[in-house]
């Protein structure tokens, strides 16, 4: 599922991805990202996010990554590229 990105200033959520650790700054960057058509450039982004956090973080991540998922038909190359990613980043 894609957040509320009208009210978002991009400009301020690249500002915000130099700090790894604002994981909203990520999911947001993501969503822009597949608004954009770069859908994979979004599933890259959060797949690499779920790579390097654990607990709590890693399974928002990986919620809304399963939420984006939802966006595209089943078959799209870059949806079943970008699921054996996840699957290969959670084990």
Request: net charge negative; proline share 4%.
């Amino acid at each position: 599922m894609i957040r509320r990105t009208a009210s978002v200033d991009p400009a301020d959520v690249d500002r915000r991805l130099g700090d790894p650790a604002d994981i909203e700054a990520q999911l947001l960057a993501a969503d822009l990202e597949m608004l954009s058509g770069n859908v994979e450039q979004a599933f890259d982004r959060l797949v690499s996010v779920v790579k390097r956090t654990s607990g709590d973080e890693r399974d928002t991540v990986r919620k809304h990554l399963l939420g984006l998922f939802d966006a595209l038909p089943g078959d799209d190359p870059a949806l079943v590229k970008a699921r054996r990613a996840l699957s290969s980043a959670l084990f």
